[in-house]
Nanobody
Framework: QVQLVESGGGLVQAGGSLRLSCAAS????????TGWFRQAPGPEREFVAT????????NYADSVKELFTISRDNAKNTVYLQMKSLKPEDTAVYYC???????????????????WGQGTQVTVSS
């Protein structure tokens, strides 16, 4: 079993920054890619960013490229999402998730992830 706990969300004004953290415990985490997804009110969960198990490969949704940075510290079993120049449309619950296969590909599809955190709310006011 893997437990993922997100933190760092909150209320911020447009143009501000936040850093989200995803702390993992339990079974092996550092050998898996990790992704961030978000869900605004509505049925669709949106891919945000993902990072390979080693941290050497990253991928971002077009909407957050150059604005968000994903990173990881495997010694701390933690993945981060640094967000800058936030916009009201970034308002959502942000989730981190562990990719299914050890040392596997990075993926932007939520069905490739098996363990999910409970989410952290990010609200950007205009």
């Amino acid at each position: 079993q893997v437990q993922l706990v997100e933190s760092g969300g909150g209320l911020v004004q447009a143009g501000g920054s936040l850093r989200l953290s995803c702390a993992a415990s339990g079974r092996i985490f550092s050998s898996h890619a990790t992704g961030w997804f978000r869900q605004a009110p509505g049925p669709e969960r949106e891919f945000v960013a993902t990072i390979s198990w080693s941290g050497g490969i990253t991928n971002y949704a077009d909407s957050v490229k150059e604005l968000f940075t994903i990173s990881r510290d495997n010694a701390k079993n933690t993945v981060y999402l640094q967000m800058k120049s936030l916009k009201p449309e970034d308002t959502a619950v942000y989730y981190c998730a562990r990719e299914l296969h050890p040392q596997g590909k990075i993926s932007s599809e939520d069905y490739d992830y098996d363990y999910w955190g409970q989410g952290t709310q990010v609200t950007v006011s205009s």
